[in-house]
C-alpha cells in the first residue's frame, strides 16, 4: 500500500522560509515520478514542481528560483525547500507520486498522480 506522509507546514512572514518533507511507504521514490502541488482556498490547484528519478525538476512559474525539491532516498523522503515566501504562496501542500514519467513532465500535472499525501498548511503573512 502507497502512502505518502507531509509534514513541516506552518505560519511564516513574508520573505521567510520553510522546509517540507514528505515520508513515502510502499514504493521507492527512486522509481516514480515525485513532486508537490498546492490549493489555496477558493483558487484552483496549481502544480509546484516535478522531479522523475535523477532527472531535472520542472517548476511551475510562479516558484521558479524560490522553491527547490529534494529527495532522500535512503529515507525514502521528498523535500520542499521554500524560500522568499510571499503571502500568495499560502496553501495547502501535498506530495503527490505516480509510476509514470509523463506526470513529471509539466508540475502542473502532478495534480493528476496517482497518490497523494494529506496535506500540509502554508500560511505566508504580509
Known amino acids: 500500500q502507497v502512502q505518502l506522509v507531509e509534514s513541516g507546514g506552518g505560519s511564516v512572514q513574508g520573505g521567510g522560509s520553510l522546509r517540507l518533507a514528505c515520508v513515502v511507504s510502499?514504493?521507492?521514490?527512486?522509481?516514480?515520478?515525485v513532486g508537490w502541488f498546492r490549493q489555496a482556498p477558493g483558487k484552483e490547484r496549481e502544480g509546484v514542481v516535478s522531479?522523475?528519478?535523477?532527472?531535472?525538476?520542472v517548476h511551475g512559474d510562479s516558484v521558479k528560483g524560490r522553491f527547490t525539491i529534494s529527495k532522500d532516498n535512503v529515507k525514502n523522503t521528498l523535500y520542499l525547500q521554500m524560500n522568499s515566501l510571499k503571502p500568495e504562496d499560502t496553501a495547502m501542500y501535498y506530495c503527490?507520486?505516480?509510476?509514470?514519467?509523463?506526470?513529471?513532465?509539466?508540475?502542473?500535472?502532478?495534480?493528476?498522480?496517482?497518490?497523494w499525501g494529506q496535506g500540509t498548511q502554508v500560511t505566508v503573512s504580509s
Open positions: 503527490a507520486a505516480d509510476p509514470s514519467p509523463y506526470f513529471c513532465g509539466d508540475a502542473a500535472l502532478m495534480m493528476r498522480a496517482m497518490y
Open positions: 510502499g514504493y521507492n521514490i527512486s522509481d516514480y515520478c
Open positions: 522531479v522523475y528519478g535523477d532527472g531535472k525538476p
